[in-house]
């Protein structure tokens, strides 16, 4: 499909949701229940039919280099965040200095890319973006959530983050995908045809909730200009340019490098202001950093594929 064709398409749901939400539609202004929709049925079943579209032979060689590079760029990225947040936002307190790593640090790899994904070069598309979100959301959930445990001085057991990584929806939904895929089983023609039609509204809905939070959300953003100059320098042109780096040292297809880019200019994804709710970090910081830094995210969007 035309990339203008599919930008026009991304762009349509997102600028009704804004405009809904000046409107003052719904009255209640509570949209959680098409989250929910989209979380716990929409972009699951979405995730296994397009893994059941596949063969392991396939994407094989796919899914190795999309989860080796999640976790190679996820695990030295994060190291370089550290000593730029401590060189500066020194003078942060450390429940703010932790905010700014988490959404420096985890992308949202999942709810913006996978629209443009699966508009752009389908299924295979969309399982090149679930492998990329399958290890940075487990790092996400579990050293993420051991980073945010740290700077608040709240206590964590292993255990129980393992187990909020593994039964968060889409992540679950991943992992039946890869049984389905490695597993001679097969999805079944009516079983698929349901799942594609509950997994296709996955995208315009996801979209429309993106631009409703966006034109609610977004309050004085002064009170916290660094640091959210800091997180989009670091999101925005140290991200892109690093994984651009290490790809002159990797041979990969032209669907793995688009992905990997895609996903390398992606704004700070949403599980972030919950981590920084459920350790007590600075919620009103993480409520500006993300919807700001999503917003912007949208017109750099086409210069991520443009780059690729």
Same mark, same amino acid.
């Given at each position: 499909? @035309?990339?203008?064709?599919?930008?026009?398409m991304?762009?349509t749901?997102i600028?009704a949701?804004?405009?809904?939400r000046?409107?003052g539609?719904?009255r209640?202004?509570?949209i959680?229940?098409l989250?929910?929709?989209?979380v716990?049925l929409?972009?699951p079943?979405l995730?296994?039919?397009s893994?059941?579209?596949?063969?392991?032979v /396939?994407?094989?060689?796919?899914?190795v280099?999309?989860?080796?590079?999640?976790?190679?760029t996820?695990?030295?990225?994060?190291?370089?965040?550290?000593?730029l947040?401590?060189?500066? /936002?020194?003078d942060?307190?450390?429940?703010s200095?932790?905010?700014v790593?988490l959404?420096?640090s985890?992308?949202?790899t999942?709810?913006l890319?996978?629209p443009i994904a699966l508009?752009?070069?389908g299924?295979?598309?969309v399982?090149?973006?679930?492998?990329y979100?399958? &290890?940075?959301?487990?790092?996400? @959930?579990?050293?993420?959530?051991?980073?945010?445990?740290?700077?608040?001085?709240?206590?964590t057991?292993m255990a129980d983050?393992?187990?909020?990584?593994?039964s968060?929806?889409?992540?679950?939904?991943?992992?039946?995908?890869?049984?389905?895929?490695?597993?001679?089983?097969?999805?079944?023609?009516v079983?698929?045809?349901i799942?594609?039609f509950i997994g296709?509204?996955?995208?315009?809905? &996801?979209l429309?909730?993106?631009g409703?939070r966006?034109a609610g959300s977004?309050? @004085?953003a002064?009170k916290?200009?660094?640091a959210?100059?800091?997180?989009a320098? &670091?999101r925005?042109v140290?991200?892109p340019?690093l994984n651009?780096y290490?790809?002159?040292?990797?041979t990969?297809?032209?669907l793995?490098?688009s992905?990997i880019?895609?996903?390398a200019g992606?704004?700070?994804?949403?599980?972030?202001?919950a981590? /920084?709710?459920?350790?007590?970090?600075?919620v009103?910081?993480?409520?500006?950093?993300?919807? &700001?830094?999503? /917003?912007?995210?949208?017109?750099?969007?086409?210069?991520w594929?443009?780059m690729?």
């Open positions: 499909m @035309n990339l203008h064709v599919v930008l026009l991304f762009y749901p600028f949701g804004f405009l809904f000046k409107a539609i719904p209640s202004g509570d959680s229940p989250v929910d929709y989209v716990y929409a972009l079943c995730i296994i039919e893994f059941g579209t596949q063969s392991l /396939a994407v094989y060689e796919t899914a280099l999309m989860m080796t590079f999640s976790f190679i996820q695990i030295s990225s994060f190291f370089l965040i550290s000593v947040t401590s060189l500066f /936002a020194r942060m307190d450390d429940r200095r932790a905010v790593i959404t420096a985890f992308q949202n999942a709810f890319p996978l508009s752009l070069w299924d295979r598309g399982v090149a973006v679930v492998f979100m399958l &290890i940075n959301g487990f790092l996400m @959930n579990t050293m993420g959530a051991f980073i945010a445990a740290s700077y608040s001085g709240e206590s057991r983050i393992i187990r909020s990584a593994l968060y929806p889409p992540m679950a939904a991943s992992i039946i995908g890869i049984v389905i895929l490695v597993s001679p089983w097969t999805i079944g023609a079983a698929s045809t799942l594609s296709d509204t996955t995208v315009p809905v &996801i429309f909730t993106i409703y966006l977004v309050g @004085n002064n916290f200009a660094r959210c100059l800091l997180t320098f &670091i925005f140290f991200s340019f651009l290490i790809l002159d040292f990797v990969t297809g032209d793995e490098r992905v880019m895609l996903e992606m704004p700070p994804a949403v599980m972030n202001s981590l /920084a709710e459920k350790y007590k970090l600075n009103n910081l993480a409520s500006q950093i993300i919807p &700001i830094l999503t /917003a912007v995210s949208l017109f750099l969007i086409p210069v594929l443009l690729t």
